[in-house]
């Protein structure tokens, strides 16, 4: 019966990007000038995976593109092609067109035909060596027996055997004697077209068997292995060896995202039921089924963070594309950079990897163009004529943090200020640090002199911010002048479940993250003061800060009873602001339904869930409620 391959093109597009990425991260590590064996054989062997597959489905572009980076690999691992930078340049360029042949395909699309042909000529005038290497000369090793003193007179004895029967010039000798004497040890060239295998048996008759070591082959040149004998460790049992376990073995299977967004959503489903049953029953007054369902609720935390973890991947996979856009991004402005990666283990909730893609590219450009200074300008600073990028995650507080760094120029307060009055924003001299960075995020603004094709048109940082609160998160700059720029983005850690505070505002529930929570309390009659514009702050000891109404920030017609509310201390990139409330009703964990998808975009508010009681309640989206507290952005209102 006829096997129809159609089905198992998806696997060969996922497994042939995974090849592509590994060949694009060991070319851009590659030193041209002595190129690690091991990984030039890898880049081979993934390059021949994709032609195989390539081959099977009739991608005839992928197939020949891939075969011509096979062959100058195969050229460079077998010392018949020296590597340089013009040629990884071509190799990497190879990959781009099967990356983008693969996404053709996928969409049942042709490929670039012509520009196969381009990539495929550039390829095979690399394979041709300018001319044929020398073949290598065979050695011997030869190695004093014993660790005791050496006698002079045995060691020009041995020196003389060997020279008599390797021919070896008179020159030579005067080496070999002073290296046997010092070392214990020295090496011996044989002369050209020698086999060394010749001279195995000739030279087992005149010397001590454990003196003589032939150096293991290379099968091209006819090398024999070492004669010395070794200790070999005692062969194992058939049976022990069938029924352990490898060590490093780490099996893996392929889900496709429906399933895992099925799985992820039924638990959050049952999480709902619980907690309706729960709450039927203490209203009953019920008590003898306590200890079944706190049983009942130890089982459904661990399923749901069972499932959670399958949505769970590493960061590493957003991360590894971006050593590419500093290396292509550095040549094409005349500067040196390197990307370090820290903490791409750290993992986050698949829906939000693809998203991230978008803001950090940004940013590295942005480092990359306005941060990182060129060669003679670092050099004339004191800094290496190559500048450095920091890409790094890690987990803090229930969130992704990830940073990007730079060692460059830093930001230019003067100059900020300046291309903000010429752009018509609101700028003066008395603006804090922290105020003056966040101009850079405004729409349309940019420091740059002139509009390139990496920027110019001031649409980088506003697109990040933009982005990232897209995403639940909130994003923050630093910078010293003279010693570079940071960038803080901060995501929660899924986009699925949450831990949340319950919160009364009249007869609405709203549910506050409690990551983003400091602290609650009800507030003294001195601790609170009125300012400008109704407005109000509290002193909570000693630290002033904002209070927002949450009942005037959503748009309600309640009004909390001053002396009566209860204030909630929020935190968000370092700045704190206090939100007012009528009660606490309790902490929960609530399951985040997406808002905008099913109804629309409410100023104020990150997403919805079910309580227990049935009823709907809305998520605080507590960056920009800190924003309108701040004064940064108008009250938020209800859609």
Known sequence: MAVDLKQFRGAFFEEAREHLA?????????????????????????????????????LAEIAAVTHEMETVLDAARKARLRLSGAIIDTLLRGCDFVRAALAQAGADKPADGVRAAHITAQLRGLAVPDAPPAKPRARLELAWPGKGKRDPRKVKKLVADVARLVKLEPGALGALQADLMAQGKADITLPEGTDASRFRETLAFVLPEDCIRVPAAQADFGFFEENLPKQRPAPKPAAAEATKPAASENLSIRVNAEKIDRLINLTGELMIGYSMVRSGIGAAGVDHLGMALATVERNLRELQEAALSIRMIPIGGVFARFPRLVHDLSAQLGKQAELRIEGESTELDRGLVEKLIDPLTHLIRNSLDHGIEPPAARVAAGKPARGTIWLRASHESGNVVVEVLDDGAGLSRERILKRA?????RADEAMSEAAVWELIFAPGFSTATAVSDVSGRGVGMDVVRRNVRELGGHVAVSSEAGNGMRTVVRLPLTLAIMDGMELAVGNEVYIAPLSAIVESLRPAPGDLKSIANESRVLNLRGEIMPVLSLAKALGTEHACKEGEEVLVVVENGGRRAALAADALLGQQQIVVKNLEGNFGKVSGVAGATILGNGAVSLILDIPELMRVALGTEPHARAA
């Open 22 to 58: 590994e060949m694009e991260r060991l070319l851009l590590a590659l030193d041209p000038t002595n190129p690690d064996t091991e990984n030039v054989n890898a880049i081979f062997r993934a390059a021949h995976s994709i032609k195989g597959g390539a081959n099977m489905f009739s």
């Open 421 to 425: 009055t010429e752009q018509g924003l």
